[in-house]
């Protein structure tokens, strides 16, 4: 089960797990990028099907998990993917704030909470959070709660899974060439110019002189999911480039 799906780094896990064999079910509230979705991963010869859920809404969450579970009865990975970038500084207000926590912190929480209980030994769970979980975001403050908070829950739910053989690891890319990534660094009424710079300046102070591409983070995230990784469990993983190193 892999939520925001349908593009970026959600996308490229679900072409990766089913290129390796893998039965994906993929979650996204783009249903058109869905459809598309689904086609590359029948041209490829995989097998995979689509939900459209909003994150957002417990009840469409609920009922994505009923659905998977009457269908196939249990579910060997979570791939908690889907976020959103947070709000620059202190500019939000309570529904900014309410729909950050929703998507960013109470969607990853509560699935994994509907699917603990139809994961068999062997289950893995990823979850998706930021380089800003454990270094400073000057951009939003808010982000890196909320991420702390997703490496916070991983950690605990590590613990709580470990004698049942189900293993949690959160993932944390620094920026990626993903379609999100002018978002978490734009400043509103700017130009387009100074965005570049801004993007050329960071890439500038990684270590390794770039971003991240969606396949490395795919790469990862199946590599946790898979029997390679059976004893990793609990830990954060930056994939940035040397960004935290420094």
Request: glycine fraction near 10%.
């Amino acid at each position: 089960m892999v939520t925001a799906a349908a593009s970026g780094m959600g996308r490229e896990t679900t072409l990766r797990f089913a290129e390796q064999g893998a039965r994906v079910v993929a979650i996204d509230i783009d249903a058109d990028a869905g459809a598309a979705l689904l086609d590359d991963v029948k041209a490829a010869g995989g097998e995979a099907e689509f939900l459209t859920v909003d994150l957002t809404d417990l009840s469409q969450i609920e009922e994505a998990v009923r659905t998977i579970e009457a269908k196939h009865g249990r579910i060997d990975v979570l791939f908690n993917h889907a976020g959103a970038p947070g709000p620059r500084g202190f500019d939000f207000d309570a529904d900014v704030w309410d729909f950050q926590v929703a998507l960013n912190l109470r969607a990853p929480v509560f699935l994994t909470k509907l699917v603990l209980p139809l994961m068999g030994e062997g289950g893995s769970i990823i979850f998706t959070a930021s380089v800003s979980a454990v270094i400073a975001s000057r951009n939003s403050p808010v982000y890196s709660a909320l991420k702390a908070g997703v490496v916070g829950y991983m950690r605990a739910i590590a613990a709580i899974g470990g004698p049942n053989g189900i293993r949690a690891n959160a993932v944390l890319p620094g920026a990626v060439e993903t379609p999100m990534l002018e978002k978490f660094f734009a400043a509103p009424g700017e130009s387009q110019a100074v965005l570049e710079e801004r993007l050329v300046s960071f890439r500038q102070a990684v270590p390794m002189g770039r971003t991240c591409r969606p396949e490395e983070v795919a790469e990862l995230v199946t590599f946790l999911a898979g029997d390679r990784s059976s004893f990793i469990t609990g830990v954060a993983i930056p994939i940035d480039g040397g960004y935290v190193a420094l």
